[in-house]
């Protein structure tokens, strides 16, 4: 999810999954496959001209507006569709995770020892069945005009009247949820056999669970429900994911001012106080991350953990070097910084800053991806080391095919951790996956009969290995769109060149010597530009008018992301980065985020934008092509038919996203 412009200065983030680290015209050789939706644009050259065929460059221009035209319709009902269609819901799985069965156990025992298993206590009285109906229609009158408390006490009286209408049971056990009487509330879930139990009490015990912290067993109730009504009740299935976005991310978001929720996108991140603007809001490590191939072709780097290796001679030259005396030498060796390179002792492949990360890589994935270990590696190495993004039949985007596998050789590694010996069972492959359960990818599918080359690599390194993992098109394709939804781009925010420069202006004494160094200066090296997936920040969901950045940053000493607030957040409001280039028109950023993420942008800002002079932003009008209605004077992203559309406009919205936003 981004290609840094600067170092030391937010990314401004472009889809790592494209073909193209350019952001260009949107139908600049753009390809888009959606279901049945299957359009070529027409080429453009990259001066900007169209190639001929014969006709006219009028008759060109207008062939090609009208194609895109139709394109843009096409795909803004597909994108409509889709949304319409999307429900992160059904996306995310209820399976339980490895281990449950044994905290299970444990949150047993805690609710046994704290009182929370004891039947409901109800006072024995004469069986009326008249009565109790009449107690329980008090009961809901007084619920509903808010009199909770005596609501619980007639609520009591019904089923002590009448202990076996099930209904009286939940409305208590929601009545005790209300008044937070936990323990009641639980107790009267309980007290019905479970293979009776209401999907109603199923929720409410699987609620209190969950505000006890005892995630296991409220997965355990909220998954019963959900089974109960065959997937259909929302909020079973609502509550479920909510749980488990408690369960795995409160230790995350512990002590920072973020927590994380699950809304009908998926997972977010919101606002748990008031923050200013500047203000940091969380710092994140990477679960597995590797370099970019062009990238590591330009700047050398610590393949574990991303620390520059860049040294003089990589920068200078040698043959920039040979040529100056040794004064002009001497300057350059006392300024540069020590760079310590521990490279790979077998293979010589991958290159470290330290002799704790090559340990660290090593047990993580290099034991099976080592080349000297697992010569099937050699080819993947080899393209690699091309620092191309796209290749005929091999490859065809902006993060490294790398990454996918060190998360299978890291799955591998935890397989071994668990003193597996022969064949793994479902049990230990799951607990190996663990990790990477939390990144949910989403894209259309045939996507590896474009790249068959590097399926046919993966699959010959991951069967040469000592625990075999089978890679089949299905297996690759989940991988690949995991990252690619998921990637976020980050470095070092210092490397040694900007160690060697800020020494060397320190000591910089007027004369030839120094001088002829300034002059052999090529400027900033090409970034450090690593892809890595990040546990919380990648729960942050998009907008074409962020209020976050995404910066490069130190977390405990390595690098990592920095998040900072872009402007004042209020409590409970939603952080939004960006996936995309903003300063691109939104037909363009429409175009592209339904490409590499699958969505049709509604954001505010997209809301209140418009996509040209033919039609108005605000009520859809149609301009007559003579006479192309006018542009809002500040922004320009947005036309109206009239003073009176372009007011209501304003009103609505377009007055909080109008700003002069940068161009391509």
Known sequence: RGLCQKRHLPR???????????????????????????????????????????????????????????????????????????????????????????????????????????????????????????????????????????????FSLALELDPGVLDHWALRAQANFTMKNYREAFRDCISVHKDIRPVAMWKIGGRVLSILNQYVLSEVWLRRASRLTEGNDYEALLLFQQTRIHRFYDPLTEGSSVQVKFTKYGRAVFCSEDVEDGQELFRDTPVVSCQSDDSAKAHPACSHCAVSLLTAEDYFGMDTLRKMNKAQKAIIRKAWPKVNVYPCPHCKREKYCSLECRTHAWRQHHCHLCPHINPPAAKLYDFCAKGTTQEKGMWNSMFSPMIMARIWANILTRVKEQGVKGEPTVEQWSRAKEPYRRFLGFGVSGFVKQIPKMVKIMKEIFQNTEIKYKIDELEFERRYYQVACNVQSFGPPCVTWHEFVAEFHRTSRPGENHRRVAQEMRGEPKDVTFGGLYPLQSSLNHSCDKNVDVMDGLVDGKPGVVIRAKQAIKKGGELFTTYIDTSMQRPQRRAWLYRAYHFWCECERCKYEGDDSSTCTQCDKKARKDSPFSVCSRCHRAWYCSPKCQKVAWKAGHKKICKVWPST
Not at 97 to 123: C, F, H, R, V
Request: aromatic share 6%; with cysteine.
């Open 12 to 154: 401004r983030l472009a889809c790592l999954c494209t073909s193209s680290g350019e952001i260009r015209s949107l139908f600049d050789s753009l390809h888009f496959t959606c279901g049945s939706l299957k359009m070529e644009t027409e080429k453009i050259m990259s001066n900007g001209d169209t190639k001929k065929a014969g006709k006219s460059a009028a008759e060109e221009a207008r062939t090609l507006s009208e194609m895109l035209e139709k394109f843009t319709q096409q795909l803004k009902t597909a994108g409509e569709d889709d949304n319409a269609e999307f429900n992160a819901l059904r996306l995310c799985s209820q399976d339980p995770y490895p281990g449950d069965g044994e905290k299970a156990e444990q949150e047993e025992a805690w609710l046994q020892e704290n009182g929370y298993t004891d039947p409901a206590w109800i006072m024995e009285r004469e069986r009326d069945v008249t009565a109790a109906a009449m107690e329980a229609e008090v009961a809901q009158v007084l619920r509903d005009t808010g009199s909770h408390e005596k609501a619980l006490e007639h």
